[in-house]
């Protein structure tokens, strides 16, 4: 058994518009180490999101073969898939997606009550999270009332607290000015130094760089998969701390 | 399924789309408000029927003389005949089914002018004869003294019992009337007791309150009835039919007094156990009608709770997908939207439940005052409006499936939603 995390061959996807289908992924082979830190990048439309869905068992592939930690992902039922995704992934959307009418604290802690964590426990381990990113002041805040690297900074943390495998994020600095891209890719840099798979879908050339490695897509298959020369390391452990 | 995250989600929805969950949630409150005013109402109309015979022989009847109506044997349509003393006696022997057998005398020609005299004070009265075995057929209490004992009819005493309103026009209030003698059509009796009949609704023959009751013995002696008999009462055994003891008596009664086996008119009759039967009928119909309008409306209200959750699914396609991409597994999605549902229809049910029960209560209240306001005479039919304890357990039981059934096409909904398309969502 290799140390793969990640293992797609030949992975083919379509979406079915009525009666005509638009093709989107057209064989793609990939493989991503257990705590490597990669960047999809590609052009508008040219299938990152749809390629993160079905890594992440938010969609489904058509044909091809797509292994998450040596095990197989073929069809499953909405249970086995939510059950696979709450063990292995934690996502990061560009739109933060947290619940609006649920406090940061409650937002991060989400992930535990469906593993029917008590509320106490799941309250606190959240709490530690938050007090990691620098948030803790701001556990009783509605998310309304947080700035966006805020926002991100919750959901991410809300992405680590099940102990995920693997962080996929789409786009999280897309909804984020320059300062703040970069304070969100520090954390993300840290995340990784932790041991955890790292996968982010961006279209900013100086937030891939700070990946390890940069799969370049192009009209469906994979145009471009290599070590990123410029790799910058993460400056300092202190980052996962700074406010 | 106490958690405090599911809850919150529950008052999130429910705060969210204010207006509109009142309103639906209204429909509920008001088919479970109807439906207990409704029973309640049916109840009290029941208590208030009931309650004038309540103590009254379910398994009785009362069978009396008409003109006849088929000429038969020689003899012409439209002939009086009259039950007698043998008649009576013969039935008993016939007949061993009936319990007790209570002839009884009405004295229609009685009631004339001021046929009641006491001293200065005069009035008009019915005058009954009776048998003691009539209390067993319409039991009373006797506030003063005792009712017709065998005695009286053995000896034929010149004794009587009085009516209630009797009491209050020849007696004054508080007065022993025990001892007293009244002149009744100018022969005297002396009272022995005051009758109140647990029955007032069931009058045969005349109001009881204004009636005297003599000695039957006495009566046939004193007022020249010769062997007469004007009707009778009986009740049957436990377990006997009152109807089959009916269609026996009457070939009997035919075969004595020679009248056709085809003459219905001839013997008249009061069947109280099929009277009841009937009323028993009519109750259950009201109570049906009741329910189906009842049920008819708590499904209008349904669908309406179906409605808003189906509103609130959609509204929270979105925040659905979050948290089944972040990990959330459908059952637990549904159990969401069936609790939401039954949270929603439960607690208007309840609000309907409580509002109707104080509407009843208020009724109550309003009614008894009324009765004590009502001059004594008047009949109530309309007492005691109430649901009992099983009403309420049934409502509950039926307000949460109510819920699941509402709550059931927007969780399917809910479920059907993809993690993706959700997200994608705005
Ligand atoms: N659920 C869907 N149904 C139909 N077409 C889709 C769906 N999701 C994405 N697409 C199409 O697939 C193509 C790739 O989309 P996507 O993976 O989101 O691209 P990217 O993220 O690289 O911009 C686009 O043309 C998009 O319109
Ligand atoms: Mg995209």
Not at chain 2, 348 to 360: D, I, K, R, Y
Request: hydrophobic residues 45%.
């Amino acid at each position: 058994m290799s140390n793969s995390i990640i293992k797609v061959e030949g992975l083919h996807k379509s979406y079915r518009m009525g009666t005509s289908a638009l093709h989107v992924l057209k064989g793609i082979d990939l493989d991503i180490k257990a705590g490597e830190m990669v960047s999809i990048m590609g052009s508008s439309g040219s299938g990152k999101s749809t390629l993160l869905n079905i890594l992440g068992i938010l969609d489904g592939h058509d044909r091809g073969d797509y292994f998450l930690d040596n095990i197989k992902i073929q069809k499953m039922n909405e249970t086995q898939a939510a059950r696979f995704r709450n063990n292995y992934i934690g996502f990061i959307f560009q739109s933060f997606n947290l619940i609006s009418f649920k406090n940061a604290m409650e937002n991060v802690a989400l992930p535990l009550y469906y593993k029917n964590i008590s509320r106490k426990k799941r309250n606190q381990k959240a709490l530690e999270y938050l007090e990691r990113l620098g948030l803790k002041e701001w556990a009783n805040h509605l998310p309304s009332e947080l700035s966006g690297g805020q926002k991100q900074r919750i959901a991410i943390a809300r992405a680590l607290i099940s102990e995920p495998k693997v962080i996929l994020a789409d786009e999280p600095t897309g909804a984020l000015d320059t300062q703040t891209s970069y304070e969100v890719m520090d954390i993300l840099q840290e995340v990784n130094k932790m041991g955890i798979t790292v996968i982010i879908v961006t279209h900013e050339d100086d937030i891939a760089h700070r990946t390890q490695r940069i799969i370049r897509l192009r009209d469906g298959i994979i145009e471009m998969n290599k070590k990123n020369g410029h790799f910058q390391a993460a400056a300092s452990s202190e980052v996962f701390s700074t406010t | 399924m106490f958690d405090l995250d599911r809850w919150q989600e529950i008052f999130n929805a429910i705060k969210q789309n204010k207006f509109r969950s009142i309103l639906t949630a209204f429909g509920v409150f008001w088919a479970i408000f109807m439906l207990v005013v409704m029973t309640g109402s049916g109840n009290g109309l029941i208590n208030g029927v009931t309650h004038g015979f309540k103590d009254f022989a379910t398994n009785s009847a009362f069978m009396w003389a008409n003109r006849t109506t088929v000429a038969y044997q020689g003899y012409d349509r439209g002939r009086q005949w009259n039950l007698t003393n043998a008649d009576m006696q013969t039935i008993t022997e016939e007949v061993p089914e009936i319990d007790v057998l209570s002839p009884r005398l009405q004295g229609w020609n009685l009631r004339e002018g001021q046929n009641v005299v006491r001293g200065e004070r005069a009035a008009a009265f019915n005058v009954m004869g009776d048998y003691p075995q009539y209390r067993k057929i319409d039991p009373c209490t006797m506030p003063w003294g005792r009712y017709i004992n065998k005695e009286d009819i053995d000896l034929k005493r010149k004794v009587c019992i009085i009516g209630e309103k009797v009491y209050e026009v020849m007696f004054d209030e508080g007065e022993d009337p025990v001892g007293i003698n009244i002149r009744i059509n100018g022969v005297y009796f002396m009272v022995v007791g005051v009758f109140k009949s647990n029955n007032p609704n069931i009058n045969i023959g005349s109001n009881k309150k204004e009636t005297i009751y003599l000695p039957f013995t006495t009566m046939q002696q004193s007022f020249n009835y010769g062997d007469q008999v004007h009707f009778f009462g009986f009740t049957a055994k436990p377990g006997v039919n009152v109807q089959g003891l009916v269609d026996r008596i009457k070939p009997i009664v035919r075969k004595q007094h020679k009248i056709s086996p085809e003459d219905e008119e001839a013997i008249g009759g009061f069947n109280v156990q099929s009277e009841l039967q009937t009323m028993e009928y009519t109750f259950l119909g009201i109570n049906i009608l009741i329910w189906v309008v009842g049920i008819g409306t708590l499904i209008a209200g349904a669908v309406g709770v179906s409605n808003i959750m189906l509103v609130v699914v959609k509204e929270r396609t979105k925040e659905i997908g979050i948290q089944r991409a972040i990990g959330a597994r459908p059952a637990l999605i549904v159990g969401q939207i069936l609790t939401e549902s039954v949270f929603l229809t439960t607690v208007a049910g309840f609000l309907g439940l409580a509002m109707g029960t104080l509407v009843l209560h208020l009724t109550d209240m309003a009614i008894t005052a009324a009765q004590a306001q009502a001059p004594p005479d008047e009949m109530t039919f309309f007492m005691n409006p109430e649901v009992g304890l099983p009403l309420a357990i049934s409502a509950l039981i039926m307000l949460i499936l109510v819920g699941l059934f509402a709550g059931f096409i927007p969780a399917m909904k809910a479920v059907k939603i993809k993690p993706i398309e959700a997200l994608h969502h705005e």
